[in-house]
């Protein structure tokens, strides 16, 4: 069996496979399965000890028909313009399925945050916009945070842009600190809509939330979110959460037998994610393989982590009382893995629609700069739990009535709606 690697030979692919269901015109296909833009640049940061070091930075705008390009940065080592070219067009797929007025973009940075200084990474972070800064902008592309990067780097953003454009912009980027042009709920918000899209997918298949067991990979934003989520939402069980351990390059499974308590988990992961393994087990945890995790004897499985990580091998560890795979994370099911999926019947929520909390409440957040008007916490959320709600109902009925698989019916949704901004703007 060929092993997909390259997330954005994925990306095409899953994009070709529905294109050829749908019966795409070749011309709108040859549109769509290659991003608009792309930037490429080189960053000079002056570095705490004097010297210079240069990185490389990438900025993809998949496509913006149906409004601004929109999608985090990444700061991550082992960041590829593959990669990002994957995320970017993903985006375009997860803002048309949550119908957010907005196209799919993505920026990246090939860095280890972890090895920079709270000073080297405000550098960096003011120097990534300094390249980029005449090709985004709040009618443009909106960038956000994502793997490696968080919500001071946002505000230091939008801070060099606003210096930069000579008027306060706080529309340019999202995820901001609140205080400083965030939303309120922006933070927990992708954790939550994973939450909300499990509770309809449970509803759907008779499920009753408080007898369910949830196996989660990552213990990033989304993990932790979904993990509290699943807890006082859904009433249900946490039987794991995973971690990547810089010092060893290994990834580990954190579970308890009881069930896995986030909050305490959170005060002994430290700033770049790595857990205090002594104090885990000292309270009862046990720490397993990296793989532990999508073995374990659980109703609902929620990676969160990275890209790549069910596939064609670990996809046959998965157990059989699974119900629900719910994508927390961009791009973690290879088509080797899906194709097992299909035939097992685990019902899938497919990474851009399950995950599409973030950038609902991303665009939440620009709606309100633009008003100069803030929410309150509880309205973000209620607005968020309906649009994910609304996204999930649509993409179910695309696949009973086609009777195709969720991520094909999710894929059939988004394609139809791009495709139709671009006849209605004439691009076609
Ligand atoms: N990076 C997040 C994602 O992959 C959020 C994007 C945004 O808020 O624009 O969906």
Redesign the pocket.
Known sequence: MAVTTNAFEMAQQQFDHVATLLKLDPQVREILRWPLREYHFRIPVRMDDGSIRVFQGFRVQHNDARGPS???IRFHPAETIDTVRA?ATW?TW?CAVADLPLGGGKGGVIVDPATLTINEKERLARGYIQQIWKNIGPRND?P???VGTTPQMMGWMMDEYSRLAGCYTPGVI??KPVGGGGSLGRTEA?GYGVIYAVREAMRYLNLEPSSCVAAIQGFGNVAQYAATGFIDQLKGKVACVSYWDRADRTSYTVSHPGGVDPRFLVTITDQYGSIDKSAARANGYLIEDGNAWIGKEADVLIPAALEGQINAETVKLVNERVKIIAEGA?GPTTPEADEALKDSGIFLLPDFLC?AG??TV?YFESVQNDMNFYWTRDEVLQRLDTRMTIAFEGVLEMALQEKVYMRDAAYMVAIARVVKAMELRGWI
Request: hydrophobic letters at 30%; glycine letters at 22%; charged letters at 15%.
């Open positions: 929109k999608g985090g995320l985006m997860k909106v956000a945070p994502d999202t995820g992708t961009n995950n973030g950038v991303s």
